[in-house]
């Protein structure tokens, strides 16, 4: 790309602001939907870039243009706002448990670095169409009684931010959508996949008897056995999901009684069943739930399940994914770029984008430790922030080159 050198030097000129955000929003994280610190700090960093922001209605989040005057595509970038919840990593936050082992915070930072240097005239000179910018809470699938109270509330209809904001209507214009994800575990630049799972959401609670756990048990049902026999139960069909399904179920306790000498009379868990495809996931969580209600009606318990949509699995737009390769390769190198047909077990929003308009959702590597563990973190922001914004900015200068 001849404009490659123009790119780089505009991006590398934002160098101060997109650290300054990467640290800031690493000191202050927040969980999806509501991301108010992180939301207020980079909309004001956008305001003072020139852009003139559309708020989300009674949420956080926000999107800007930027128009290049000319008839062509609408290109959309993304970046997610909200972090994880992991207690026991050393910068969480003490009272939320809160911290950004997801790297959505260098995700931020990039954006930022992408805004600055679309300013840049001798970048944007020769594009036509026009490219949107677009902060998105929520990717996160947690705190999902909470989300459900959002619900409730008529705040929010879907759990994740993107589907929430399609549904919204804010992508209605949008042509092709990017959303380049924080990655670790390697010294190379970028990585990028065929697609990755989707999932539905479980709650589900086990409703037993209290009693006095010492001398009278025999007049309780005891909530917490049953769901371990349903755990059993549910570990025992592992070996009936077939491989090429990705099948993933992975449930924690909400809820696991009140007081040592109470039998415990209600048990709450919560989970995602996830898998390769729509009709994987649906037809194993079926089994699932057979399994829970068995082994809960085996104890006398009772059983209430609330399965809703989590998100739809993520498969990479074919040609922009080879657009995209070939300008990963010309910024980093060969060798420093892997570009595989691996399926990714986790999940995103971006699924749900992907099932509407053509979108890639690229890795971009500079973070270390295990995602979403107590030692992930920033550790070169250079590869994470830096390179992750010129490749966005490569990318969308390809897109919208020669009038689209």
Not at 35 to 50: I, S
Not at 188 to 195: C, D, E, H, L, V
């Amino acid at each position: 790309m001849p404009k490659l050198d123009t790119i780089i030097k505009a991006v590398e000129s934002a160098r101060e602001i997109t650290f300054a955000a990467e640290r800031y929003i690493w000191r202050n994280p927040e969980t999806g939907w509501k991301e108010v610190k992180t939301n207020k700090y980079l909309a004001e960093r956008f305001e003072e870039l020139g852009y003139e922001l559309t708020y989300a209605e009674n949420t956080t989040g926000f999107y800007t243009y930027l128009d290049t005057g000319k008839p062509g595509p609408c290109v959309l970038v993304m970046a997610e706002l909200d972090s994880v919840i992991c207690p026991s990593h050393p910068e969480s936050n003490p009272e939320t448990g809160a911290v950004h082992s997801c790297g959505h915070n260098a995700q931020c930072a990039a954006i930022l670095a992408v805004a600055k240097a679309l300013k840049c005239e001798e970048v944007t000179k020769d594009l036509c169409g026009k490219i949107k910018l677009m902060a998105v809470p929520a990717e996160e699938l947690l705190e999902i009684g909470f989300r459900q109270e959002l619900r409730e509330k008529g705040i929010i209809k879907y759990y994740g931010g993107k589907v929430e904001f399609m549904y919204r209507g804010y992508m209605d214009d949008v042509d092709v959508a990017i959303m380049v994800h924080t990655s670790g575990g390697s010294d190379k630049n970028f990585r990028f996949t065929k697609g990755s799972n989707g999932c539905m959401t479980k709650n589900f609670a086990f409703i037993g008897k209290a009693a006095h756990a010492g001398g009278s048990p025999q007049n309780g049902i005891n909530a917490l056995y049953a769901a371990n026999l349903a755990m059993n139960a549910a570990n025992s069909l592992r070996e009936t999901f077939p491989d090429n399904d990705h099948i993933r179920f992975h449930p924690i306790i909400m809820n696991g009684g009140g007081a040592v000498n109470v039998i415990p009379e209600r048990i709450e868990m919560e989970s995602y069943v996830r898998g390769a495809t729509m009709e994987s996931f649906t037809r194993e969580n079926k089994k699932l739930n057979r399994a829970l209600a068995g082994a809960a009606a085996s104890m006398g318990a009772k059983l209430h399940i609330t399965d809703a949509p989590g998100y739809m699995p993520l498969i990479n737009e074919v040609n922009a994914k080879a657009v995209a390769a070939e300008l990963m390769v010309e910024l980093a190198g060969e060798e420093n770029c892997e570009i595989t047909e691996v399926w990714n077990n986790g999940c995103t929003d971006m699924g749900d984008v992907s099932c509407v308009i053509p979108s890639i959702h690229p890795y971009a590597y500079g973070a270390v430790g295990t995602g979403h563990g107590n030692n992930y973190y920033i550790e070169d922001p250079e590869r994470a922030c830096i390179m992750s914004a010129k490749f966005q900015v490569a990318f969308i200068s390809e897109l919208l080159k020669d009038g689209g």
